[in-house]
């Protein structure tokens, strides 16, 4: 690799790969030593083409999620199943992974837009901006610069657009599956709103289990499904249809949360 060479977004790759080294190395013990993360479904990323690829996931913090799955894509390439153990992974990590985020958040200082400069696809949200209720329209540059990047490679989004449960799926995840036509992977993320602070960046709780599954690409009909139809299955794929509640009751999920209650698990694995 050419130590000039750039990706589609003028990002020198040389830099990209050495910022996910970094943060890589800082945050590998958030999910191995400090908590633990219990990996399912991880042989699907090996077989998975090199780009084309959307990643859509619930959300539970601003950045720790997305670091979780750096870490999880680029072990499992280099061979670990439902493992992060030994973050030598990252020495040759996959450079062509992005994830998309909200404009406003990547450009609130400077260590974020070093993470910014890792991956991140920045949209400007069309509902609220600065912690206010905004209406404006989609940019389509946004909607062009996702398309962008899955040609490159692979993508991450968090189609709910908030890390509060049980919100709607936006509409625009589903219109760029439509248009675009990449392999859906569904993940469902666990006790990372309980490990650290909402932003994914101060350790909340020590002991906790953070939950990663990956589950198999979801059938779409590009052609013939409508929008409503490919949010209602992205719901369902993500464990955040309305439904769920009917097995977890909200008033209990708000319990657990007032409460940040630790979840046991019995690893027996060594750092």
Do not use: C
Not at 149 to 158: H, M, P, R
Not at 173 to 185: E, N
Not at 247 to 254: D, F, Q, T
């Amino acid at each position: 690799m050419g130590i000039l060479k750039k990706n589609p977004f003028g990002h020198y790759l040389f830099i990209k790969k050495w910022l996910i080294r970094i943060f890589g190395v800082l945050s590998h013990r958030r999910y191995r030593g400090f908590n633990e993360l219990k990996i399912e479904g991880s042989e699907i990323i090996k077989n998975l083409p090199d780009n084309n690829v959307l990643f859509v996931s619930n959300h539970q913090t601003y950045f720790a999620d997305v670091t979780a799955m750096f870490h999880v894509f680029n072990a499992a390439l280099s061979g670990r199943v439902d493992s992060i153990k030994n973050v030598g992974y990252l020495w040759q990590p996959k450079l062509n992974i992005y994830y998309v985020a909200a404009k406003e958040t990547m450009n609130a200082g400077f260590l974020t837009r070093m993470m910014a400069y890792a991956g991140a696809v920045s949209v400007e949200r069309t509902w609220r901006e600065k912690g206010k209720e905004v209406q404006r329209e989609v940019n389509p540059d946004d909607h062009k610069n996702i398309g962008i990047a899955l040609k490159d490679g692979w993508v991450i989004t968090f189609p709910q657009g908030t890390t509060k449960p049980f919100k709607p799926i936006r509409k625009g995840t589903a219109h760029i599956i439509k248009q675009y036509k990449p392999v859906v992977i569904p993940i469902v993320i666990d006790g990372f709103r309980r490990s650290f602070d909402k932003k994914g960046l101060r350790i909340r709780k020590k002991g906790i289990l953070q939950s990663f599954q990956i589950k198999e690409p979801l059938v779409i009909d590009y052609e013939n499904e409508s929008v409503e139809e490919i949010v209602e299955k992205l719901e369902y794929a993500i464990e955040q249809h309305p439904s769920f509640l009917k097995v977890i009751p909200r008033e209990a999920l708000e319990v657990m949360e007032e409460l940040n209650k630790t979840r046991t698990w019995d690893y027996e694995g060594e750092y």
